[in-house]
Structure formats: structure tokens, C-alpha cells
């Protein structure tokens, strides 16, 4: 069993880390103050071929593999939870399903421009009565001949206003259940189609999170992802691979709190000597550092799965659990570490706290996580 990363993954960790730390770093505190969205970030990955990872070269993509995917999204996430989300919901939901179930047409128009960066992707399932229980939606996609009419509101949705192309999902059947459910690929100029009401959050304030509004928009048909009815099984592919995505940004927010409060402990000083002599702080820091490696060696093994196309389902809704509640739980000590201070924002500690808790919701609650672990330990 061999735990060393290639040489050509430690050059591109080293890359990214510090694209990260020179780019990204700096202004990661004013996009979540004010809330604006560094569009400019998706230019600069894009140049360094991030924005199509795990896509072959021939669609311009970087043929990376999903462990490459990984080390990438853990390193922009130690810095800029905000940029790593936006990108894995890109790469994962928003540009994955085009390539796993478009056709040629629908390749050469969209996935060429979503690799490359000149289009930014977006995945639409989450409705005001469909969360966890995505068979509930109700956004409906009448068969008009040549095209279909759309109707119905999404909420949650990552990159909502900055998206080019959204896969959305929607009722094409009312008689079936979820195998009524089909994939519409929704343009942003789209008529009948808009931007409602963008959310004011807790955290990842620079990532647009909101409401799509469908009023008989037209939608092409040729716009259809795969067949009717299918829509539910493209939706339910792709949860493993975004699972495993968000278990890499978990741990990159807690490696970042990790680090910043580590270098704290060493400079704070009461009682006349550093902090980081004291019994106590060692003790968590010893806690932090073990939970991180944990979380870390789950997330590779799932990834390592996911290359491998071995079975994966148990290792990645592991890798998402575990991955986001060490976020939470990391964030939480450095912000105890750090005292007062950790609680004001002058202290990026502060961030990565507020940052951490939507991981241990979205892309499927870890409640949600649990449940899939357990019924593949009960099959």
C-alpha cells in the first residue's frame, strides 16, 4: 500500500499552493465582506488549465485524474473556501453530466467552453419542497413539439446569476415518479427564465447561492441531457464524485484553520511563555492535526476508488462526513485557540468557521451521509 503522491501531483500541489497564497489569499476576506464575486478567479484557474481537471485534453480539458482533482480543491480551499466551491460545483454537477451523458452536439457547443473557463456550469435540483428527497420536485417541462416550456422556481443554487449553462432538472412526466424526472440544459439568456432572490449567508459570501425562476421559458429540445425520464438517474451519477469534491474542500478549510492557529500558538504569549507550551493547547492541536489525517487519507481512498472505477458509494459518503464535520470541529478549536480574537474578523479563523458549516450540508446533508453509508453496510 503506497501513500506518496507522484511527483508530478506534488508539482502540481506546489503549483496550486502557490497560485493560492499569492492570488487567491489576499483578497479572500474582502470577497466575503462584501459579498462580490471573483469572477477574475475563474480567469486566472483557467489559465492554469483548473477550471476542466478531470476532463480529456480532447475536449480541452486537463486529463487529470480525480486524486489531481482533489489535491487541487483542498489546496484553493485552505485559503478561499469561496473560489473552491464555486469551482467543484462547476467541474463536479455542472460540467460531469454533459460530459458523462451529452451528446456530440451538446459537447461541441457547451463542455469545450465549461473546460476552457469561458463558461461557468451550475446544477438546478433543489426545489422549496425537494431537498433531501429530490423525487419531489415540481418544476414541470411541457412538451411544446420542437421545444419545451418550463415552469417552476429552484432555490440553493451555487453560482446562480454567474452560471452560463445550468442542468436543471425537471417533471417531464407527472405519472411516473422519478422516472418522470428529465435534464434540461437551461442557457442564462434564456426567455422566461431568471434570476429571483440571491441569498444572504452565514458563510462562502462571494459564491452566489439563490433562486432560478422559470415563467414559461423556452427551452430547445435539443437541449435535453440524454433521454426522458432519465433525469433522476444523471442527478443521482454524479453524487459521489461531488461528494468526494466536497470532502477535499472540508479539508482544506480545516487544514487552513489549522495552520493559522498552530502559528498563533507560537506567537500569543501569557504566563510569560507561548501558548503552544501549555498542556492543553497541545493537546488540541495534537486532535486537529490527527482528525485532518484522517479526513485526508478518506478523501484519497475515495478518490483512488472513483479512479479506479472500483465500487465507491460507502468510501465517498465517508470521505463527505467525515471530511466536513473535521472542518467544523477543526474550525471550532482554532476559534477557542484563538480566544476572543478568534471571534473577531480581523482573524481569518473567524471565516473558516462560518465557511465550514454549509459543508456538512450541501451535497447531501451528513445526516443524509450517514444513511447511504449505513445501507451499504447492511446490504
Given at each position: ?12 500541489k ?30 486566472k484557474?483557467a ?7 478531470p ?24 485559503v ?20 458523462l ?21 451550475a ?67 434564456t426567455?422566461g ?10 458563510g ?22 440524454g433521454?426522458e425520464g ?8 454524479l453524487l ?22 498552530l ?42 476508488l472513483r479512479?479506479?472505477?472500483l ?14 464535520d ?16 478568534g ?7 473567524e ?15 451528513n ?13
Amino acid at each position: 500500500m503506497n501513500f506518496d503522491l507522484t511527483e508530478e501531483q506534488l508539482l502540481l500541489k506546489r503549483m496550486v499552493r502557490e497560485f493560492a497564497e499569492n492570488e487567491l489569499a489576499p483578497k479572500a476576506a474582502y470577497w466575503d465582506e462584501t459579498g462580490t464575486f471573483p469572477r477574475e478567479n475563474l480567469k486566472k484557474m483557467a489559465e492554469l488549465d483548473l477550471m476542466g481537471m478531470p476532463f480529456p485534453e480532447t475536449v480541452g480539458g486537463a486529463g487529470m485524474s480525480v486524486l489531481d482533482y482533489v489535491l487541487v480543491l483542498e489546496e484553493i480551499a485552505r485559503v478561499c473556501p469561496t473560489t473552491a466551491v464555486i469551482l467543484a460545483v462547476h467541474t463536479s454537477v455542472g460540467t460531469m453530466p454533459i460530459y458523462l451523458f451529452g451528446n456530440q452536439q451538446q459537447k461541441e457547443k457547451y463542455l469545450t467552453k465549461l473546460c476552457r473557463g469561458e463558461y461557468l456550469g451550475a446544477f438546478a435540483l433543489t426545489e422549496p419542497t425537494a431537498g433531501s428527497d429530490a423525487t419531489k420536485i415540481k418544476c414541470s417541462a411541457e412538451d411544446k413539439g420542437d421545444h419545451y416550456l418550463v415552469n417552476g422556481t429552484k432555490i440553493f443554487i451555487t453560482n446562480a446569476g454567474e452560471a452560463d449553462v445550468y442542468c436543471t432538472f425537471v417533471v417531464t412526466d407527472k405519472t411516473k415518479s422519478h422516472h418522470g424526472i428529465s435534464c434540461l440544459l437551461i442557457e442564462k439568456n434564456t426567455p422566461g427564465f431568471k434570476v429571483g432572490k440571491i441569498e444572504k449567508k452565514m458563510g462562502l459570501n462571494g459564491s452566489k447561492t439563490g433562486e432560478l425562476i422559470f415563467e414559461n421559458a423556452i427551452v430547445p429540445k435539443e437541449n435535453l441531457l440524454g433521454q426522458e425520464g432519465e433525469g433522476f438517474k444523471i442527478a443521482m451519477s454524479l453524487l459521489d464524485g461531488g461528494r468526494i469534491g466536497i470532502g477535499a474542500q472540508g479539508i482544506g478549510i480545516a487544514q487552513g484553520a489549522y495552520d493559522y492557529a498552530l502559528a498563533y500558538t507560537k506567537e500569543r504569549k501569557q504566563f510569560g511563555q507561548p501558548i503552544s507550551n501549555f498542556q492543553a493547547i497541545q493537546f488540541k492541536l495534537a486532535d486537529m492535526a490527527t482528525r485532518i489525517d484522517a479526513a485526508r487519507l478518506l478523501v484519497y481512498q475515495a478518490a483512488y476508488l472513483r479512479d479506479q472505477k472500483l465500487p465507491h458509494s460507502k468510501q465517498a459518503s465517508m470521505a463527505k462526513m467525515y471530511g466536513t464535520d473535521t472542518a467544523m470541529w477543526v474550525a471550532t478549536e482554532a476559534v477557542q485557540i484563538l480566544g476572543g480574537y478568534g471571534y473577531i474578523r480581523e482573524y481569518p479563523v473567524e471565516r473558516y468557521f462560518r465557511d465550514a458549516k454549509i459543508t456538512q450540508i450541501y451535497e447531501g446533508t451528513n445526516q443524509i451521509q450517514r444513511l447511504v453509508i449505513a445501507k451499504n453496510i447492511l446490504k
